[in-house]
């Protein structure tokens, strides 16, 4: 079992959590011209970073995104905050 911590309840199971997507990912505009292919890169390809990486979650029990720091080799999570402030 791993700990993530949400900004707004605190310490909770994992279980408790959803991937949302990376973090800095923007969407491609305007939508209506992006082609095909473009659109299914922004919706379903991942970076997949080895080490550090940010991600945003869901947690389900609140139902806030917020953003997640963690090392994608050794699990550790080194940070979470609401979204739009600074991590
Ligand atoms: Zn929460």
Redo the contacts with the bound molecule.
């Keep these: 079992m791993q700990l993530f911590t ?5 310490p ?1 199971d994992e279980t ?1 959590f959803q991937f949302a997507t990376e973090a800095g990912k923007t969407r491609p505009e305007p939508a209506a011209e992006v082609s095909a292919e473009r659109w299914a890169k922004y919706l379903y390809m991942k970076d997949n970073p080895k080490g550090p990486t940010r991600e945003i979650w869901l ?1 389900v ?4 995104f ?1 953003a997640l720091e963690r090392d994608t080799v050794s699990h550790a999570v080194t940070g979470s905050m609401a979204l739009g402030s600074d991590l």
């Design positions: 949400c900004p707004f309840c605190g909770r408790e947690h029990t609140c139902g806030e917020f």
